[in-house]
């Protein structure tokens, strides 16, 4: 059979590997023949080319990651992320954002040539990021690390004026997603000059330790949204993820892919012009 996806003997880094969408979308990639170099601040237990123990919100921590993973990269997945529950503003955005944005520019971009496909997981939680822009745009064009994190601090310190309590790291979750869609938008122009994509999968509720964490702060009817559908499995976000990255989706760059079961559709359809909520 022709291998239509293309995976065969490919280089792909995933972050999140030990659970949930990221373990799922290894397995697939596994399959499919790929090289993975999994991530993970827990420990990895697929077999693997090389499971590294990171912590994404640390750069040195990813700098001796990055020393392990070979020079020629050909597919990067960011999907390791925190509900937000256990972190604050600033810890959340780290991890969910900082780290990913720090990897693809430092390390994941000089590696990468012609035909090579980045794909982050976003969420359903990143909806309005087109309405907040100015809330981060210092924080994802910053040039480095430090600047990120100083733009970061900025942005924390106004949350906190704004006085979020406990939900502060929720509000951290939401903020991380956005940006990341925003960065997605930011960085498809210049890597289409270069030959490479990037795209983002917007998942809603999925059976994992997040949507766990979650049921301590809002409930299942609040995590469905309006459509009341069931949770989605962990494999049919990696599903998505792995086709924007294969050769199946050769053309596709710079989407934000709902992958809610028409939540966002029906969004569209209902309240078309309906402005987020600022976060700070
Ligand atoms: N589950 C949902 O309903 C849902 C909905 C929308 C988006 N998402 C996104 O999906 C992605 C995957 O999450 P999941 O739902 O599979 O949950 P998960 O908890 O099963 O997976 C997240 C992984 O990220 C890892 N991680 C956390 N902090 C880290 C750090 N500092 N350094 C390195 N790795 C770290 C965790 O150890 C874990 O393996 C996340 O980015 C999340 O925001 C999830």
Request: charged share 20%; hydrophobic share 40%; glycine share 10%.
């Amino acid at each position: 059979m022709k291998d239509y996806f293309g995976y065969a003997g490919k280089i792909c880094v995933v972050t999140g590997a030990a659970s949930g969408m990221g373990r799922a979308a290894c397995e697939m990639l596994l399959e499919l023949g790929a090289k993975v170099y999994a991530m993970d601040v827990a420990e990895i237990t697929l077999p693997v080319e090389r499971s590294i123990q990171t912590n994404i919100a640390d750069r040195e921590s990813i700098d001796q990651a990055f020393a392990q993973i070979p020079d020629v990269i050909d597919c990067f997945f960011g999907i390791a992320g925190v509900s937000g529950v256990k972190t604050d503003f600033k810890t959340t955005c780290m991890i969910n954002f900082i780290g990913h944005k720090y990897m693809t520019e430092q390390y994941v971009l000089p590696r990468m040539k012609k035909g090579g496909a980045i794909a982050f997981m976003g969420s359903r939680g990143g909806k309005g990021w087109r309405t907040t822009i100015e809330e981060y745009r210092a924080i994802v064009e910053a040039a480095d690390w430090e600047a990120s994190v100083a733009c970061l601090d900025e942005a924390a310190a106004k949350a906190e004026q704004k006085g979020y309590g406990d939900m502060a790291g929720l509000k951290g979750y939401y903020f991380s997603k956005r940006m990341m869609n925003f960065y997605v938008k930011y960085m498809t122009q210049r890597l289409a000059l270069q030959g490479i994509r990037i795209n983002i999968i917007c998942p809603g509720a999925t059976q994992t330790q997040l949507t766990a964490e979650w049921e301590s702060v809002m409930s299942h009817d609040q995590m469905k949204g309006k459509s009341k559908l069931r949770f989605a499995q962990p494999e049919e976000m990696a599903m998505p993820i792995v086709f924007m990255n294969s050769n199946m989706a050769s053309y596709i760059s710079g989407i934000d892919l709902a992958v809610d079961f028409g939540q966002k559709g029906s969004e569209d359809y209902a309240t078309p012009l309906l402005p987020a909520d600022p976060i700070l």
